[in-house]
């Protein structure tokens, strides 16, 4: 079951990638994303059971939304400047790097068929974003960190392994107190650090983007930005809901599956290049699926 909600996540969450690099300008619209999921959010919080009087949860939840504001900016920003299928694969690129932090501050440990799976699905992701050529694209990555252009992906990247961790101790906390309401804390969760997040985010646009052309854009995509906040929900949310039983290093492995989608959404729908030499890459990514359902 945890397997199929991760593969659900990460359509939901190729879909609000997608949504966002074809807007007219995806730092705008990330922030009307964000708007409609805060709404989400206080309709959530009059249904459910908001726990207010676990400040340890408050404390998880509020560090988390920092690191998501930033990264949905810095996501934002390196859409604007490079191909959706160049970006993608270097941001969700984690896999090789939760490990190790997950070792240390959070005493995971990994399967055998879990190390391996992350093997195969970390090589489909540098096969994906370097033309095919793994060897040769170790050279690439060194002038891709080089370019000043491509910053922004590497910091999201970053970002994606800090909240990564901060998610899975977050969700940790809220099962302790919670054991027996997994997807309320998975929901509870998402919109508390999004409250965070999103206000951060969308006081920033507001504080350095020139208001005309930001209202031009949310009278535009409205309904674009709902798709992608609803998208959003099932992405982040369904992840939260997982954190509470697995560990958080094969979580973000399983899940960048989506990867796979959004790069084809590029190639073939886009007409980004280098699509056919990523047939490799899926079936890596597929064998690396069925080592960790295989594992569990």
Known sequence: MNVGLILLSSLSHALWNVLTQTSANSRYFSGLKGLWIIGLGLVAFFILDFPFDHPDLL?????????????????????????????????RSAPVFVPFFAYYFLAETLSIYTFFAIGFILLAIYILHFKGGVIHGVKNLWN?????DLRWAFYTLALVV??????KKG????????????????????????FVGFILYVA????????AELFAVWKKEWMKALIAGVATLGSYGLICVVLQFEDVSTVVSLRQTSVLMVVYWGCWKLGEPFGKQRILASG?????????????
């Open 171 to 194: 969700m940790d906390v809220f099962f302790v107190h919670f054991p027996d309401q997994a997807f309320t804390n998975g929901l509870l969760f998402f919109f508390m650090e999004s």
């Open 204 to 211: 920033y646009l507001f504080w350095r983007e020139p208001r």
């Open 59 to 91: 404390f998880w939840a509020a560090l988390s939304g920092v690191l998501h504001g930033v990264y949905i900016l810095c996501l934002s920003r390196a859409y604007s400047t490079q191909d959706i299928s160049y970006v993608y694969p270097i941001a």
């Open 144 to 148: 891709a960190i080089l370019h000043k």
């Open 162 to 167: 800090a909240y990564s961790l901060v998610d």
């Open 284 to 296: 890596l990514i597929i064998a690396g699926i069925g080592l960790i359902g295989w594992g569990e």
